[in-house]
């Protein structure tokens, strides 16, 4: 399995979780990876993303209380949450390596060759 998730769980709203995720590829040094999430009902949606360089995109929703980065010596990405809503609620995955996009394309919008299995955020307000 490429790509590893963990950390989900359930808190209560103003609250913290910090997600993980363990890729198994090549170096991740040399791949952009990205968090997303889906709810119930809800398309998946990008929230975070870490280009090789370490550029960094947030989706707006999310800006100012998360924080991606990536540690490629372990080859792994985190996700830090703070100030956790009730709509936060979802599953997050990890992705990397992007493949496919276009010029001009928004960056919490590209498409991925790996994906994890997900992990599971719940809120309570």
């Known amino acids: 399995v490429p790509l590893v998730e963990s950390g989900g769980g359930s808190v209560q709203a103003g609250g913290s979780l910090t997600l993980s995720c363990a890729a198994s590829?090549?170096?991740?040094?040399?791949?952009?990876m990205a968090w997303f999430r889906q709810a119930p009902g809800k398309e998946r949606e990008g929230v975070a993303r870490?280009?090789?360089?370490?550029?960094?995109y947030y989706a707006d929703s999310v800006k100012g209380r998360f924080t991606v980065s990536r540690d490629n010596a372990k080859n792994t990405l985190s996700l830090q949450m703070n100030s956790l809503k009730a709509e936060d609620t979802a599953m997050y995955y990890c992705a990397a390596v992007a493949r496919g996009n276009r010029p001009g394309q928004n960056p919490l919008t590209y498409n991925y060759k790996y994906w994890g299995q997900g992990t599971q955020v719940t809120v309570s307000s």
């Open positions: 590829i090549y170096s991740s040094s040399v791949y952009s």
């Open positions: 870490i280009s090789i360089d370490g550029t960094t």
